[in-house]
Structure formats: structure tokens, C-alpha cells
């Protein structure tokens, strides 16, 4: 699955909370300053392009968008892409390059391994 650039997650982010968008109701969803219409249009052809947003097409200028992926889907692929990326696949290699950045507390370990002992 395609890493996002921060404009393509915001659009993103806009259709996972707000559902199907046309290219106006985006636009208007969107934070910041209001962007051009063809700018939003080609970042959701992009998106499309990459299976992560879909269409259907109201009347022949008129098209409706939605995400095609879940947020959490998205959010797994990109988790599981690292890990192979970065620590050939180890999931242990990962959790343990956390744990000693100092990310992860071994408080947060312990509910971590209840977590998964308890599924």
C-alpha cells in the first residue's frame, strides 16, 4: 500500500470521519486555507489510481468518493511495510528497537503482553 504525503492523508482522514465527498465537500472538510478544485481533484485521482478511494458517478461531472480502505487497514499495511523495511520482518527486532528508544515503558509492555495473552 502507498505511503500518503500529508495533503493525501488529510483527504483521507476527511472521507474515514465524514464518509462519501464530492471534490467540493472535501474541499470544504479539509483544514487550512480552502484548496483549488483541480488541486483536491488530481490528489483524489492519485488516491483512486493507488485503490485507496473509490467513485460513483451521480451524473457525468458529478462524482462522489469514498475511502476504499479502512484507516486501520491503511494503518496496518503501512505498520507491516515498515517492519519489513526496516527489521527484515522481526517483529521482535521492532518492539525491541521501541523499548530501547525509551518509546515503549516496560509498564506498556506489561499491558501489552495482557493484551495479547487475554485474546
Given at each position: 500500500?502507498?505511503?500518503?504525503?500529508?495533503?493525501?492523508?488529510?483527504?483521507?482522514?476527511?472521507?474515514?470521519?465524514?464518509?462519501?465527498?464530492?471534490?467540493?465537500?472535501l474541499?470544504?472538510?479539509?483544514?487550512?486555507?480552502?484548496?483549488?478544485?483541480?488541486?483536491?481533484?488530481?490528489?483524489?485521482?492519485?488516491?483512486?489510481?493507488?485503490?485507496?478511494?473509490?467513485?460513483?458517478?451521480?451524473?457525468?461531472?458529478?462524482?462522489?468518493?469514498?475511502?476504499?480502505?479502512?484507516?486501520?487497514?491503511?494503518?496496518n499495511?503501512?505498520?507491516?511495510?515498515?517492519?519489513?523495511r526496516?527489521?527484515?520482518?522481526?517483529?521482535?527486532?521492532?518492539?525491541?528497537?521501541l523499548?530501547?528508544?525509551?518509546?515503549?515503558?516496560?509498564?506498556?509492555?506489561?499491558?501489552?503482553?495482557?493484551?495479547?495473552?487475554?485474546?
Amino acid at each position: 500500500m502507498k505511503k500518503l504525503t500529508d495533503k493525501e492523508l488529510a483527504i483521507m482522514e476527511v472521507l474515514w470521519e465524514h464518509g462519501e465527498q464530492s471534490i467540493r465537500d472535501l474541499i470544504g472538510n479539509l483544514p487550512g486555507p480552502a484548496a483549488h478544485f483541480n488541486t483536491i481533484s488530481t490528489y483524489v485521482r492519485r488516491l483512486e489510481m493507488h485503490g485507496m478511494v473509490c467513485h460513483k458517478e451521480l451524473s457525468p461531472k458529478f462524482y462522489m468518493y469514498d475511502a476504499a480502505v479502512t484507516r486501520d487497514q491503511y494503518i496496518n499495511a503501512i505498520h507491516k511495510e515498515n517492519v519489513n523495511r526496516f527489521f527484515g520482518g522481526s517483529y521482535m527486532g521492532f518492539i525491541s528497537n521501541l523499548v530501547k528508544e525509551h518509546d515503549v515503558s516496560v509498564d506498556e509492555l506489561k499491558e501489552l503482553i495482557r493484551m495479547v495473552e487475554e485474546e
